[in-house]
């Protein structure tokens, strides 16, 4: 069911909350004059930390479509907006001759930039442009008239221009810069690791089978891992992960047996498992609960 969007940031915050999306103030203020000023966000952060959430939750909260545009190496505007089935158009040509028109829309494959312009039962859809730093300069160009305009165009029919803007995120993993001049077109944000309370609110709201005891070490465990020296940082989605992995194998509290059966949920490189092994995941573990302890 369609909402109408929240008056307020405190309203945005509880849109989020209540679809279990735990974030600052600062973002919900982001997101607020976002969904207010029809500007696109450009969230940027390390891989894990809820910046593609953040969409699926506005379009659950907000009862809009999510069209998702998947970003990689070689993305180019075609790609992104429409193709012609050629296949179907071949066809039609050979059975009706001169007088079809194989360039109407029944031919048109509509791509996600084109699918985000056009009207929506529910309202305008919410547009997550995914990991924009996988493209390249040229399809940067491109967006910067698509998101300034909000219209795209198809040569074979013409301009399309959306009635209403969809509300569009764009996310960066920072595995490259992205063009000042796209930056400048949104409202930024840098979403980073949570601290240890928000982490375990989070935990609590996504995990909530997960015992108290164990919800407390896994997210001390895992603030402490962000530390170490290690290739790749786990983020909060390999948080989440482990505390799933972990309710599946009836834990209630961490110990280095269950750690060194389990890490791979949270680390993905082989060189930062060898370093959390043995006597350094016990240490890690008591140093972890020390923490705990201080904290009460």
Not at 160 to 181: F, Q, Y
Not at 253 to 258: F, K, T
Not at 259 to 266: C, K
């Amino acid at each position: 069911m369609t909402k109408t969007l929240p008056k307020s940031i405190d309203e945005t915050l509880s849109l989020l909350r209540a679809s279990n999306y735990i974030c600052d103030r600062g973002l919900a203020t982001l997101t607020y004059l976002s969904l207010t000023l029809n500007r696109p966000v450009f969230l940027e952060g390390e891989a894990g930390v809820g910046k593609t959430e953040l969409a699926k939750t506005l379009a659950t909260g907000l009862g809009r479509d999510l069209i998702r545009l998947q970003c990689y190496e070689g993305l180019d505007a075609s790609s992104a907006v429409y193709e012609w089935n050629f296949a179907a158009q071949m066809l039609a040509m050979r059975q009706g001759g001169d007088d079809v028109d194989i360039y109407s829309g029944r031919f048109l494959i509509k791509r996600p930039l084109l699918e985000a312009m056009e009207p929506h039962v529910g309202g305008p859809p919410v547009l997550l442009i995914d990991e924009i730093d996988r493209t390249d300069a040229p399809f940067e160009a491109f967006l910067l008239e698509a998101l300034s305009d909000y219209q795209v165009t198809v040569p074979e029919i013409g301009t399309i221009k959306a009635a209403e803007p969809p509300i569009v995120i764009l996310t960066s993993n920072r595995t490259r810069e992205v063009h000042d001049a796209l930056k400048r077109r949104c409202l930024y944000h840098w979403v980073d690791y949570p601290d240890f309370e928000r982490e375990l609110e989070i935990l609590h709201a996504r995990v909530p089978e997960a015992a108290a005891v164990l919800s407390r070490e896994v997210v001390g465990f895992v603030q402490r891992l962000r530390q170490e020296d290690l290739f790749k940082a786990p983020g909060l989605a390999e948080t989440l992960d482990w505390a799933k992995c972990l309710v599946a194998l009836d834990v209630v509290a961490l110990s280095p047996e269950i750690i060194a059966d389990t890490i791979g949920a949270v680390l993905k490189y082989q060189d930062d498992i060898g370093k959390i092994q043995g006597s350094e995941a016990n240490r890690l573990l008591e140093a972890t609960r020390s923490d705990l302890r201080a904290a009460q």
